[in-house]
């Protein structure tokens, strides 16, 4: 296949002033071979600077919209649990919350409508930008509605709920195309955990902000002062330049049938291999965050503002120094070396909760005379939230660098719906394990859960998988 000009960062995310003719080079037609061209196993070390990898307009265009994807996924998750939490549902019913945003996992099902059909009336921002400004105002009045809502009326928060989570899991989907057509090879790692930055920013100002002031202010008002923030996203969102290969997109049959085509000619049986390997990869994570609010504040007594500066704020700080330090790694040296690393990490990241549990005594079927002194809340959440942004570095640029760029959004959508139905259904039934196996077992079961994901690395880490030739 034929090549011409490469743009260079500069041409990829923001306007200015480099002719947007030459952006149209670093994609291949649409017509490009089958072939595979990009390994998402490559381990040769790199000698990339820092500066580099995160000083360009590419990467403000994804620590913004990083934000759009987590100021939902933070409401939703940690925000309504918290909120519900101090309205007196169970822990049951809390962790059940996770379960509601199965449409994560379910996302692939849409996707093909999402590549290959530009949103009515939207047409002049271009497929990306269209679907993504779409989808942010969908949030945000969804959001609006949520909190007006309240856990007071249990039914119809949970369906605003799933309904914020149906609108931020297509808005994720775009995003994710946008940032795979976006980034160069060198630069996975560096986009993934710039996106996840913003993620982890969206969850410091608003976790930590509204657990915070929900005392001084009320819950209610709390959240919607925070839902005001996803104008941030939208303003991006216009500022944001189409990617290139965004232009041209297969039709609608092409992008139902072709990507799961393009999987399977370019994974062949081992994609039976990549399939619980995404499934499995993130479960002690997705285990232990179902049941953290309750067993902070139910198990070991924490008031929600010491949750919110501590998990939330001091927390997600090391989530986002974790994700720079991990994209840093993955670019000297290589996706597999690091899945390596983190995987191991990950699986012995909880123990810090594991120590608190037993060393303060808690359980599901009491709550503490007294809560224990900060402090000790302190390096359990530093490691956790450092493990948890490597991980999601080097894990997302592995399944970045799985797709053809040809079929970004539905390939990527299926990867991340498997990962999204593992959290899901872990979230659903941490809650009811916890209970019945109490704190410090259901924490030792979810540090053995990691294990399986771990030990699948060498059958998914010699695959290449992205037309780009």
Known sequence: MYRVHAPGPRERAWPGRVNPVNRV???????????????????????????????????????????????????????????????????????????????YALKFLWAPLVDAVPVPFLGRLGLRRGWLLLTQLGVLAGLVTMCLLGPDRPGAFVVAVA??????????????????????????????????????????????????????????????????AMVLGIVATLRAREP?????????????????????????????ALVPFVLLFKLPDQLANGITTPLLMKGLGYSAASIG??????????????????????????????????????????????????????????????????????PAIGIENFVIGLVTSGFVAFLMGA????????????????????NALAQWASGALAAALDYPTFLVAAMLAGVPGVLLIPFVSGKRASADC
């Open 25 to 103: 080079a670093r994609y291949p037609p649409v017509m490009a071979t089958d072939g595979p061209a990009r390994s998402t196993g490559s381990d040769a070390p790199r000698r990339t600077s820092l500066a580099r990898l995160y000083g360009n307009p590419t990467m403000l265009a994804l620590l913004a919209l990083g934000f759009a994807g987590g100021l939902p996924n933070v409401m939703i998750t940690d925000v309504a649990k918290a909120w519900t939490s101090a309205a007196g549902w169970d822990v049951a019913a809390v962790a059940a919350l996770g379960f509601w945003t199965f449409p």
């Open 163 to 228: 309904v914020v989570a149906f609108l931020s899991a297509t808005q994720d989907t775009v995003a994710d195309a946008f940032r795979t057509e976006t980034l160069a090879d060198e630069e996975l790692g560096a986009g993934a955990s710039t996106f996840v930055t913003g993620y982890r920013i969206a969850f410091v100002a608003l976790g930590a902000g509204i657990l915070a002031s929900a005392d001084s202010i009320g819950w209610r008002a709390a959240a919607l002062v925070g839902s005001v």
């Open 244 to 272: 290139a290969i965004a232009r041209t997109r297969p039709g609608l049959r092409d992008s139902v049938v072709q990507p799961v085509a393009a999987f399977w000619r370019s994974w062949g049986v081992a994609f039976l």
């Open 309 to 378: 500066w501590i998990r939330q704020a001091f927390g997600i700080g090391m989530t986002i120094l974790g994700a720079g330090v991990g994209g840093w790694m993955v670019a000297r040296l290589g996706v597999v070396r690091c899945l390596w690393i983190f995987g191991v990490a990950h699986c012995l990241s909880i123990g810090g909760f594991l120590a608190l549990a037993v060393s303060y005594g808690a359980t599901v079927h009491a709550a503490p005379a007294a809560p224990p002194p900060t402090w000790a809340l302190v």
């Open 403 to 422: 797709c053809d760029r040809r079929y970004t959004a539905t390939q990527y959508a299926l990867l991340t719906a498997l990962m999204a139905a593992g």
